[in-house]
């Protein structure tokens, strides 16, 4: 596991090259078997592999989700907050095994967060998303992981990175 902490960067641009169905399954299930509290499960996942599609998610909010337009798969990860009150924390572990499995799948892949951010002075990401994905409004939107075979080699980071001060036993 750590071969792939070590080497996973996040990747915004990605080649023409289409994502095999069965990669993509199994970036969904990582998602699907990531724990939840008290096992509400609140994630749900919506894959969106239409260009004009991803286009229109591109502009849901400034400048962070701009590389979604050449994403050929976008997934959307929304958590219900009326099944769980800790729907972020699930959805934000769900995101991160998706995102692990992606590097493992030798794929580039890439978090827009949405929850808290404007889409425009009128409407706030989210809502943007989930009305342009008919999204219930229970359904709150955490972000969107862009996926794509990587048209762009990012260098792995090494032990060096690593900022053991932030390591405390027993007190801070």
């Given at each position: 596991m750590l071969d792939i902490l070590y080497k996973r960067r996040s990747v915004r641009r990605f080649s023409a090259e289409k994502v095999a169905e069965e990669k993509l399954d199994r970036i969904l299930q990582s998602g699907l078997l990531a724990p939840s509290s008290?096992?509400?499960?609140?994630?749900?996942?919506?894959?969106?592999?239409q260009p004009e599609l991803n286009f229109k998610l591109s502009e849901s909010k400034p400048g962070g989700?701009?590389?979604?337009?050449?994403?050929?798969?976008?997934?959307?990860?929304?958590?219900?907050?009326?099944?769980?009150d800790v729907w972020i924390e699930d959805t934000s572990i769900a995101a991160a095994y998706m995102l692990l499995q992606a590097e493992k799948?030798?794929?580039?892949?890439?978090?827009?967060q949405i929850r808290g951010r404007e889409h425009n002075e009128n409407s706030s990401a989210e809502e943007y998303i989930q009305k342009l994905l008919g999204i219930p409004k229970n359904q709150k939107v955490l972000?969107?992981?862009?996926?794509?075979?990587?048209?762009?080699?990012?260098?792995?980071?090494?032990?060096?990175?690593?900022?053991?001060?932030?390591?405390?036993?027993?007190?801070?």
């Amino acid at each position: 596991m750590l071969d792939i902490l070590y080497k996973r960067r996040s990747v915004r641009r990605f080649s023409a090259e289409k994502v095999a169905e069965e990669k993509l399954d199994r970036i969904l299930q990582s998602g699907l078997l990531a724990p939840s509290s008290k096992s509400k499960y609140p994630c749900e996942f919506i894959v969106c592999d239409q260009p004009e599609l991803n286009f229109k998610l591109s502009e849901s909010k400034p400048g962070g989700a701009s590389f979604l337009k050449y994403a050929p798969i976008s997934i959307v990860i929304t958590g219900d907050e009326e099944k769980s009150d800790v729907w972020i924390e699930d959805t934000s572990i769900a995101a991160a095994y998706m995102l692990l499995q992606a590097e493992k799948e030798d794929l580039g892949a890439c978090w827009v967060q949405i929850r808290g951010r404007e889409h425009n002075e009128n409407s706030s990401a989210e809502e943007y998303i989930q009305k342009l994905l008919g999204i219930p409004k229970n359904q709150k939107v955490l972000a969107i992981i862009g996926i794509g075979h990587k048209d762009q080699i990012k260098e792995g980071r090494d032990e060096s990175f690593l900022k053991r001060e932030k390591i405390h036993r027993n007190h801070f």
